[in-house]
C-alpha cells in the first residue's frame, strides 16, 4: 500500500539460515502487527507491538515508531516458515495500512 | 484463541445480484473490520465497526454496505456485485489498540 512499504517482495532461504523483513511507513503509526499467510490462505498472528521489540522463538520484531519502520527477523529458518508475510500498521484514526507482502520460501 | 468465523467460506455469485457475507466473532471485542484481498497483494480495507449499529468506511468503501447488528456480528454487503469484486474477503476482530483476530476468509467469484 501507499502508506506502507514492505520488502523484499520475495525471499529464498536454505534452512538453517536467517534474514530480515522490513516496512517502512510514510506517516507515523501507533502499532503494527506481523503475520503470515500460509498455503491455506489462513493469516496467523505473530506479533502486536506499541513500541520496542519482542520475540517469540526464532523471530524477533521491532517496531520504531520515531523512525517509521518496524522489522522481523527469521533466523534458523524451518520448512514451515514458507508463505507471505505481512505488516499490517495502525494509524493514530483507528485506519490500518496492508504492505503488499514478502514471499518467502525455505528451501531444503 | 480468539474465535472468528466467517460464512459462507465460498461463493459464486452472479453479476449484479446481491451477496451477504457474514462475520461473528466471540472474542467480545468492541472493533470489527472487513478486508478485501487480491491475488498477490495485502489487504484493503472495506469497513470497520467499533461498536454495535455503527459502521465506518476504511479504504475503499465504494460499492460495498456492512451491517454491525450486535457486537458479535458484521455483514458486509454487496448489492449490485461486479466482476471486479471478485476477491478473497477477510473479516477480524479487535480490541482498541490491540491484536486484531482474523477469520478463515471467504473467497468470492463474480460471474
Known amino acids: 500500500g501507499d502508506q506502507v512499504e514492505q520488502s523484499p517482495s520475495a525471499l529464498s532461504l536454505h534452512e538453517g539460515t536467517g534474514s530480515a523483513l522490513r516496512c517502512n511507513f510514510t506517516?507515523?503509526?501507533?502499532?503494527v502487527q506481523w503475520f503470515q499467510q500460509n498455503s491455506r490462505g489462513s493469516l496467523i498472528n505473530l506479533f502486536y507491538?506499541?513500541?520496542g521489540t519482542k520475540e517469540n522463538g526464532r523471530l524477533k520484531s521491532t517496531f520504531n515508531s520515531k523512525e517509521s519502520y518496524s522489522t522481523l527477523h527469521i533466523r534458523d529458518a524451518q520448512l514451515e516458515d514458507s508463505g507471505t508475510y505481512f505488516c499490517?500498521?495502525?494509524?493514530?484514526?483507528?485506519?490500518?495500512?496492508f504492505g503488499d507482502g514478502t514471499q518467502l520460501v525455505v528451501k531444503p | 484463541e480468539a474465535a472468528v468465523t466467517q460464512s459462507p467460506r465460498s461463493k459464486v455469485a452472479v453479476t449484479g445480484g446481491k451477496v451477504t457475507l457474514s462475520c461473528h466473532q466471540t472474542?467480545?471485542?468492541?472493533?470489527m473490520y472487513w478486508y478485501r484481498q487480491d491475488t498477490g497483494h495485502g489487504l484493503r480495507l472495506i469497513h470497520y465497526?467499533?461498536?454495535?449499529?455503527?459502521?465506518e468506511k476504511g479504504d475503499i468503501p465504494d460499492g460495498y454496505k456492512a451491517s454491525r447488528p450486535s457486537q458479535e456480528n458484521f455483514s458486509l454487503i454487496l448489492e449490485l456485485a461486479s466482476l471486479s469484486q471478485t476477491a478473497v474477503y477477510f473479516c477480524?476482530?479487535?480490541?482498541?489498540?490491540?491484536?486484531?483476530?482474523f477469520g478463515p476468509g471467504t473467497r468470492l467469484l463474480v460471474l
Open positions: 477480524a476482530s479487535s480490541d482498541r489498540g490491540d491484536t486484531q483476530y
Open positions: 472474542n467480545n471485542h468492541d472493533y
Open positions: 499490517a500498521a495502525e494509524a493514530g484514526n483507528n485506519r490500518i495500512f
Open positions: 507491538l506499541a513500541s
Open positions: 506517516t507515523t503509526m501507533r502499532a
Open positions: 465497526s467499533y461498536v454495535a449499529d455503527s459502521t
